[in-house]
């Protein structure tokens, strides 16, 4: 399974270290610079020493057979992130077979999945 990233820089002189399994890939660009990186790993982690906005792209199920359509989503800062979020989906009754998906980013550390629950549910 893989998805692709895209980086853009807010400063000059800015370095982006990204850490999949163990290995270290740095790239350094300016403000306004971008680039674009296929990820193939599971787990990553993006680090830089200005700020960054990273967006996540799913290549949808042409990719890796997993049912979903592509998607893109901006990764927060672990500044940003939070212990609840309430997230809402439509319900249409007149189209059936829709599955809505979601992604849960947590740091490495706190990571429990049996901690992360869905409609007071857990979730596989």
Known sequence: RSYTIK????HDNT???IWC????ESFA?????SFIKILSNRYCAIYSNNR?????????????DINGDPMMALVPATSHY???FTVSTIHNPRRSGYKHYINVVVLAEYYQPDMIYLSAG???
């Open 52 to 64: 960054i906005m990273v967006a996540q792209f799913s290549h949808g199920q042409n990719d890796d």
């Open 29 to 33: 660009i300016n403000e306004g610079e």
């Open 82 to 84: 939070s212990n609840k």
């Open 21 to 24: 399994n163990g290995t270290k």
């Open 15 to 17: 370095t982006v270290d």
């Open 7 to 10: 980086v853009l820089s807010a």
């Open 122 to 124: 857990g979730i596989k």
